[in-house]
């Protein structure tokens, strides 16, 4: 299973985050995986985001869930991510991941990564 990120480096406070995460090797509504974004801000651990399960169903980070959505297209085996009122806060190398973890962003819990994509949220 292989994963990209892709979406701009460059964000606006208070913009919102378009992310996409494109999957090749597998498939998002057939394995049985969590299909999870995970960001790591600088000089800080992992953090994690949420999640796109096999099924559909989403969930994500109480700190974040009010500001974020995952959503998947099945057509192109894609997911994204979307993050509203960024803050310079929210500045992370973000990565999309599979594994059978769930609420976690322990590396361990992923066998899949994507390369990461930088995110700057600034003027």
């Known amino acids: 299973v292989q994963l990209q990120e892709s979406g701009p480096g460059l964000v606006k406070p208070s913009q919102t985050l378009s992310l996409t995460c494109t999957v090749s090797?597998?498939?998002?509504?057939?394995?049985?995986?969590?299909w999870s974004w995970i960001r790591q801000p600088p000089g800080k651990g992992l953090e994690w985001i949420g999640y796109?399960?096999?099924?559909?169903?989403?969930y994500y980070s109480p700190s974040l869930k009010s500001r974020t959505s995952i959503s998947r297209d099945t057509s192109n085996n894609q997911f994204s991510l979307q993050m509203n009122n960024l803050k310079p806060d929210d500045t992370a190398v973000y990565y999309c991941?599979?594994?059978?973890?769930?609420?976690?962003?322990?590396?361990?819990?992923?066998?899949?990564w994507g390369q990461g994509t930088q995110v700057t949220v600034a003027t």
């Open positions: 796109l399960a096999y099924s559909g169903n989403t």
């Open positions: 090797g597998g498939s998002i509504t057939t394995n049985d995986y969590y």
């Open positions: 991941a599979a594994g059978a973890g769930g609420i976690t962003a322990t590396p361990t819990a992923y066998p899949y």
